[in-house]
């Protein structure tokens, strides 16, 4: 499976719309701790938005409405994976992203065969507390090496100047969530990582 190469993480159905005005074709939509009817809205708005423009809305976490609102992808953490009925979303149509930080949590993803897998943080980040010290390049070399045809997501810490340093490691996607959200212009910002990442 081929993947647009730049994958947004973003926590408002706003920030959608945004990243697919400026020709994003991949999206994450990430909210946390808000109460089911606002997840509800927002992931219905996202969707709304992705609509016949050829972008694809990944849902983290939700899975049930990520089924329910007919979203085409859900990305879980490993926490999720607990709770997560995976034959309900497979039947679905759904297809799933997978976190892993550590060697275990890579062989409980592939022995589930996700749609993608994402290893994070490879560079310190700032977006949440990580038990994980930064993973670095060789870390994704190896990862690809080991996932073969299984796309391969690098998240944490990343940023334009770094993109193409973990493309060339073997990362066949690049998450950014702060570079973008906390920066001057995000417009500006989407449309620089849609370059490096062509």
């Not at 334009?160 to 500006?188: K, S, Y």
């Amino acid at each position: 499976m081929t993947l647009p190469r730049f994958y947004p993480v973003l926590d408002s159905a706003d920030w959608v719309a945004r990243a697919v005005c400026q020709g994003v074709r991949l999206v994450q939509l990430r909210i946390k701790d808000r109460p089911e009817a606002v997840l509800r809205s927002q992931i219905a708005a996202a969707l709304a938005v992705c609509r016949g423009t050829g972008a694809a809305l990944v849902v983290n976490d939700h899975w049930q409405l990520a089924i329910e609102l007919g979203a085409p992808w859900v990305h879980l953490g490993q926490e999720d994976l607990d709770s997560a009925d995976l034959d309900a979303i497979r039947r679905a149509g759904l297809r799933i992203g997978l976190s892993t930080h550590d060697e275990a949590e890579l062989e409980r993803a592939l022995a589930l065969a996700p749609d993608y897998v994402a290893l994070g943080p490879v560079y310190p980040t700032i977006l949440k507390q990580m038990p994980w010290a930064p993973q670095g390049l060789a870390r994704l070399r190896d990862w690809k090496a080991r996932l073969g045809p299984v796309p391969l997501c690098a998240i944490g810490g990343m940023s334009v100047a770094r993109a193409q340093g973990a493309l060339a490691a073997g990362a066949d996607l690049v998450a950014a969530v702060t570079d973008i959200t906390l920066h001057p212009d995000p417009d500006a910002r989407m449309r620089a990582w849609l370059e490096v990442c062509r």
